[in-house]
């Protein structure tokens, strides 16, 4: 059994939404995702953890095509929320989505944990200043998902921590210490993100910090293969 990571899919393949709007890389990026994972040699039995936006659908309906391709992809998937995945609404509900349409693969990261061996998996959507607007609001969805982040840290019991993000928790200048605060108290050894993508990638943080290891693992980044982690 080996530990996957890669994010940021945006996924349309039920829809007319080019990707390589964004840049010729893009382009037909869902064909170069089955090649990364074959050429990965992932397995059933492997892990992959899917850092967030990864349809491009409004509701869940809108995403059936793409779930269908996540789930016959190779190994068991584990999904968390990006900020362009409209689709999402509860967990439970897409739990339900999954299960009345044969999608038995992929799993789902929110206020809990995934046993891995002497590890355990844990992750949120978290927050990106990019996104901060100074109102209440904000402070409202920064809280939760704190509380989220630390109910499936909490969750993992003795387990050593590996994080999954979506929104970079370093990037540049920018720091968010409510994570940070989490990662020293509960001694994540790890935290895979996505959410950057193009020249942006420049400017992510790739290393080590204060005991926690940093991966950007957007699509685009790693060439639309899953990174083997070293777990």
């Not at 739990?95 to 809990?112: Q, Y």
């Not at 005991?211 to 083997?228: C, Q, W």
């Amino acid at each position: 059994m080996a530990l996957y990571a890669i994010g940021d899919f945006h996924l349309a393949l039920g829809k007319d939404k080019p990707m390589d709007v964004f840049g010729e890389k893009w382009k037909n990026h869902a064909e170069k995702i089955k090649e990364g994972f074959a050429e990965r040699e992932v397995t059933d039995d492997d892990i992959c953890v899917l850092c967030g936006d990864l349809s491009w659908g409004m509701g869940l309906e809108d995403t059936k095509e793409d779930f269908l391709f996540i789930n016959a992809l190779p190994g068991k998937k584990i999904i968390l929320k990006g900020n362009h995945d409209y689709w999402w609404s509860t967990a439970s509900k897409a739990r339900r989505f999954f299960a009345e349409n044969g999608i038995d693969t992929i799993d789902i990261l929110n206020n809990n944990s995934f046993a891995y061996g002497e590890y355990a998996i844990c992750g949120t959507r978290g927050w990106f200043y990019e996104e901060e607007k100074g109102g209440d609001h904000d402070k409202k969805i920064m809280r939760r998902e704190i509380m989220r982040l630390e109910t499936s840290l909490a969750s993992a019991g003795e387990r050593k921590k590996l994080v999954f993000l979506h929104y970079p928790p370093v990037y540049m200048n920018y720091t968010c210490p409510e994570i940070l605060e989490l990662f020293k108290r509960y001694e994540v050894r790890l935290c895979c993100y996505g959410h950057i993508h193009g020249k942006a990638c420049n400017y992510a943080f790739n290393g080590w910090r204060d005991g926690t290891e940093y991966k950007l693992v957007s699509a685009d980044f790693v060439n639309f293969a899953p990174i083997r982690l070293p777990y």
